[in-house]
């Protein structure tokens, strides 16, 4: 059942206390009001802010008001305190009274009369048909004090119908034909996953007039300013694909197939580093970190989340891979920071993380795939590790030669290098280098002007410099995990790493694939 049907049955039974997750206050007033039919006028309407106190809703709602405040001797003004106002409505002899509170949670996590005052209220509203609808924003939890007596429901983001018949009424108030089956469709993309208001506000702005014509664009950029608002949310704004990644193609090929299947993705997420994320969540005396595993733990199991972990090499294109993955296939990649969602405040971390989730939900229609990326499994929580079986673990180490020629054309080709400073460049004595590093060489060749072989002067490779630590990762992957370059597990053999002084750069071999 979706949010209306829930509210009504809970109506109907005399539920007296709701708590609504609302991403729009608004809409959810309205959404009630409708829900009355021909009871509305009847049926005495209130809500409450921290601006302008208890106000009426409707001409029933008015008169209610203004018997509550006459009969407890207390000016209008004092009811912006909300413990006041929880007083003042304690009044059983207003049957069928209805009262909105807006953004309660921001009062009740400092002041515990206002948790007392909620209560206070459950026994008279229940005896007189009276509800106390608590409206507050995606994963606002309830006070332990209050979870047994609250019901809590959740209204949903607009769905692709919903969203549609917003978008026919923007072109009719335009006095523009309605649009093409793909404008809807476009439309649906970029606004899924905001709250109405806003969505409607942006298709009002991206509107031509006279032509119906639809700016698409913009409205995928108020929903990226929306969604970015949001702690450890973010969206990609680059424009790769696959044909900009060179190497790596076993997990090419891999994330494409899975992109093409019948159970693709319509959203990709990007958790970086995702071992430092969850650091130390077992030993946090705070327990903020363990709430967060747990809760991202629940919510990838509940909701299916199909899941890839890339490990390996700093700087082997991990996250490149993520981003060329999304933008081969017109799909959007939102990096998921959860070190990001993390407050001060005890409670908000949660709630942010919650909010982040429902939001993601919203904007994929449930079809997520999250592709972390980690540098080291050293403190991963196991049980976080088997979220990463089904969809596959993959090692990413330095490319071989064929991979970083292709590579080093690419970013020859992106910024723009003469001739003059590629001549006399081998790429054999790249053997080791990461495809960060290669475009890092040619960066300082672009940035200083200088050739090829002048900037390999200023690169010093990790596996020279962090060799030790390199070729333990490399063996703790050894035969564990499948290879991003090719079809198999990961294998390697350690051997003797020669210097090249020539270009601080390393050959270090014994790398094979079956």
Same mark, same amino acid.
């Given at each position: 059942?979706?949010f ?13 206390? &709701? ?6 206050s ?12 021909? !009871? ?15 106000l009426?809703?409707?001409? +029933?709602? *008015?008169k209610?008001v ?21 007083? =003042? ?23 515990? %009369?206002v948790?007392?005052?909620?209560w ?14 608590? +409206?507050?924003?995606?994963? *606002? ?7 047994s ?12 119908t919903? =969203?549609?018949?917003?978008v ?6 335009? @006095? ?14 970029? %606004?899924?996953?905001i ?22 664009? @913009? ?9 970015? !608002? ?38 990709i ?28 733990l ?14 390996? &090499?700093?700087g ?7 981003y ?9 990649? =939102?990096?998921?920071?959860? !070190? ?11 709630k ?13 229609? @449930? ?9 080291s499994?050293r ?44 001549a ?7 053997? @080791? ?21 002048e ?11 962090q ?27 350690k051997?003797? *790493? &020669? ?6 750069? !390393?050959?270090?071999g014994g790398?094979?694939l079956?």
């Amino acid at each position: 059942m979706n949010f209306l049907q829930n509210f009504v049955k809970a109506r109907n039974v005399g539920t007296p206390l &709701v708590k609504v997750n609302t991403p729009d206050s608004v809409s959810t007033v309205a959404a009630v009001r409708k829900s009355l039919g021909k !009871a509305e006028p009847e049926t005495p309407l209130a809500i409450w802010d921290a601006i302008n106190g208890l106000l009426g809703l409707n001409d +029933m709602g *008015t008169k209610a008001v203004m018997k509550m405040l006459k009969d407890a001797d207390i000016d209008k003004a004092a009811t912006t305190n909300l413990p006041i106002t929880l007083q =003042i409505v304690n009044r059983p002899e207003h049957e069928n009274f209805m009262l909105f509170v807006r953004n309660p949670h921001l009062f009740w996590e400092t002041d515990p %009369l206002v948790i007392q005052g909620v209560w206070n209220l459950r026994d008279p509203y229940k005896a007189n048909g009276m509800m106390l609808i608590l +409206m507050t924003p995606l994963g *606002t939890l309830l006070p332990p004090d209050l979870n047994s007596d609250v019901l809590s429901l959740e209204e949903a983001l607009p769905t692709r119908t919903e =969203i549609r018949a917003i978008v026919s009424e923007i072109y009719t108030q335009a @006095g523009a034909p309605q649009p093409s089956e793909k404008i809807f469709e476009q439309c649906g993309d970029a %606004l899924v996953g905001i709250p109405a208001f806003p969505g409607e506000q942006a298709l009002a702005m991206n509107i031509t007039k006279k032509t119906g014509a639809m700016n698409v664009k @913009g409205l995928w950029d108020r929903k990226k300013g929306i969604i970015s !608002a949001a702690p450890g949310l973010s969206f990609f704004d680059g424009e790769l694909t696959l044909s900009d990644m060179g190497g790596n193609k076993n997990i090419a090929d891999y994330g494409s197939k899975i992109m093409s299947g019948k159970r693709g993705a319509n959203v990709i997420l990007r958790v970086d580093e995702i071992e430092k994320a969850f650091a130390g969540a077992g030993t946090d005396t705070s327990g903020v970190k363990g709430d967060l595993l747990g809760n991202f733990l629940s919510w990838v199991e509940d909701k299916k989340v199909f899941c890839i972990l890339c490990l390996g &090499v700093p700087g082997a294109s991990k996250s490149h891979f993520i981003y060329c993955l999304g933008g081969s296939f017109g799909k959007p990649v =939102i990096n998921f920071d959860i !070190a990001g969602m993390q407050d001060s405040l005890v409670g908000n971390s949660g709630k942010n993380l919650r909010n982040a989730e429902a939001t993601v939900e919203a904007i994929s229609d @449930g079809q997520i795939i999250l592709i972390a990326t980690a540098n080291s499994l050293r403190g991963l929580p196991a049980e976080l590790l088997s979220r990463f079986e089904k969809g596959g673990i993959f090692f990413f180490d330095t490319p071989d030669e064929s991979e970083r020629t292709d590579i080093l054309g690419l970013k020859i080709k992106k910024y723009a290098l003469t001739p003059d400073q590629t001549a006399g460049f081998e790429v054999r004595k790249t053997e @080791g280098w990461t495809g960060r590093e290669i475009e890092s060489l040619c960066d300082k060749a672009d940035r200083l002007g200088i050739t090829l072989v002048e900037a390999a002067q200023y690169v010093v490779p990790l596996t020279v410099s962090q060799k030790a630590s390199i070729d333990e990762l490399r063996e703790s992957a050894n035969d564990r995990y499948l290879s991003a370059s090719k079809p198999g597990r990961y294998t390697f053999t350690k051997t003797t *790493t &020669v210097i090249d002084h020539s270009l601080t750069a !390393a050959t270090s071999g014994g790398r094979k694939l079956r």
